[in-house]
Antibody, heavy 119, light 107 residues
Framework: EVQLLESGGGLVQPGGSLRLSCAAS????????MSWVRQAPGKGLEWVSA????????YYADSVKGRFTFSRDNSKNTLYLQMNSLRAADTAVYYC????????????WGQGTLVTVSS | DIQMTQSPSSLSASVGDRVTITCRAS??????LNWYQQKPGKAPKLLIY???SLQSGVPSRFSGSGSGTDFTLTISSLQPEDFATYYC?????????FGQGTKLEIK
């Protein structure tokens, strides 16, 4: 059974940093691209970032480019999202999502972790 | 960047109704269109991928169609558990944008 478990969310001041983690199990982790998708309170879904199975290729939404870094440790089946220079607009539930093979279709999602940026 | 526009933004319907939600892309995306269902406080769930392929375990009352720029999600006979918010998403090119969502409510 595929499982994705996010952690690391919380309250942070504007300009601060936070690192999210996503622990994966139930599939051959290194074979699949992964993404982060976020959802601001009461709003729709926004794709944030993607990473290839090897970790060698990453993509970012313009809204987070230069501030967020997506990485993975395939030996630990874990994803990381390092978030720096956080803004109030980054307040959201952050989901990690597994991509179907050779696509950007998200077939499994974690339960999400809430990041609140506020003074 | 590709913009995805859903209509309507909200919809009231009754159990047993046939419902159609539309999604339009700002440029051609072939069949790289996916549909997700989200219930309050829960993660999204994949329903349809590649415009018309039903994800494993999803009831056959859900169907998708379209190609190019115009797509539809149809629920043939609404069930109580179908009342949720539905999102389309393009997987044609980065950034992999979502529509703004369609909230399906009970009439």
């Amino acid at each position: 059974e595929v499982q994705l478990l996010e952690s690391g969310g919380g309250l942070v001041q504007p300009g601060g940093s936070l690192r999210l983690s996503c622990a994966a199990s139930g599939f051959t982790f290194s074979s699949y691209a992964m993404s982060w998708v976020r959802q601001a309170p009461g709003k729709g879904l926004e794709w944030v970032s993607a990473i290839s199975g090897s970790g060698g290729t990453t993509y970012y939404a313009d809204s987070v480019k230069g501030r967020f870094t997506f990485s993975r440790d395939n030996s630990k089946n874990t994803l990381y999202l390092q978030m720096n220079s956080l803004r109030a607009a980054d307040t959201a539930v952050y989901y990690c999502a597994k991509a179907m093979s050779s696509s950007s279709v998200f077939d499994y999602w974690g339960q999400g972790t809430l990041v609140t940026v506020s003074s | 960047d590709i913009q995805m526009t859903q209509s309507p933004s909200s919809l009231s319907a009754s159990v047993g109704d046939r419902v159609t939600i539309t999604c339009r892309a700002s440029q051609s995306i072939s069949n790289y269109l996916n549909w997700y269902q989200q219930k309050p406080g829960k993660a999204p769930k994949l329903l349809i991928y590649a415009a018309s392929s039903l994800q494993s375990g999803v009831p056959s009352r859900f169907s998708g169609s379209g190609s190019g720029t115009d797509f539809t999600l149809t629920i043939s006979s609404l069930q109580p558990e179908d009342f949720a918010t539905y999102y389309c998403q393009q997987s044609y090119s980065n950034p992999y944008s979502f529509g703004q969502g369609t909230k399906l409510e009970i009439k």
